[in-house]
């Protein structure tokens, strides 16, 4: 068959398989242009949790820390520079036990018992507290709690991000199918032109 100047026969074959392949071409076009805006949409929905998880994160990483500081404080673990509730009930204990001893001393009435100022004036510990105790155990688990939480997010911040990935392969791979089925589209476009000028 003759491009220059087919017969009518020719042309009018030619120009009906051009407008097929048009046809289909545009039908996967469109096809694909609905999975294109489905991936868009999926994306913008992944990018808001993956943000909304990374805040939770954030958040909770921060009160975890917090109750770190709170729990060393109170069990004596908190380092150099942090409160140590221990050492400081043990300090004022001992300050309480020398100045009971001391008050004893004063006292030279053998009728007369001195009162024991180091039991009076003792400060229980933690354990020994069953509010701070009580406290404690409550710090501990919701840091567990936290932890917990924390490690979920990791794992769910990794999912989003191997889904957002895989999203960007499909979209990066219709993208370049629908630059194949334009040009398609433009060259049958062409010949159909061409063609039913001979019909």
Not at 23 to 45: F, H, I, P, T
Not at 97 to 123: H, M, N, R, T, Y
């Amino acid at each position: 068959m003759s491009w220059i100047n087919p017969s009518q026969e020719e042309a009018s074959d030619s120009y009906y398989n051009a407008r097929s392949r048009y046809v289909d071409a545009a039908n996967q076009y469109n096809s694909n242009s609905r999975a294109l805006d489905s991936c868009r949409s999926e994306m913008s929905g992944v990018q808001n949790q993956f943000s909304s998880c990374r805040s939770d994160k954030i958040n909770f990483e921060k009160r975890i820390e917090e109750l770190g500081t709170i729990i060393g404080c109170l069990e004596g673990s908190g380092g150099w520079f942090a409160a140590n509730v221990p050492d400081s009930v043990s300090s004022a204990n001992s300050s309480a036990q020398k100045a009971g001893e001391g008050f004893s001393q004063c006292i030279k009435c053998d009728s007369i018992a001195a009162p024991d100022l180091g039991e009076v004036f003792k400060c229980k510990t933690v354990e020994e507290d069953a509010d701070s105790s009580s406290a404690l155990q409550s710090y501990k688990s919701e840091k567990s709690r936290l932890e917990q939480a924390v490690a979920e997010l990791n794992a769910r911040l990794q999912q989003l991000e191997e889904r957002a990935n895989e999203l960007v392969r499909n979209m990066n791979s219709m993208t370049a199918q629908q630059h194949a089925l334009k040009k398609a589209m433009n060259s049958c476009s062409y010949d159909m032109a061409h063609y039913k000028k001979y019909m």
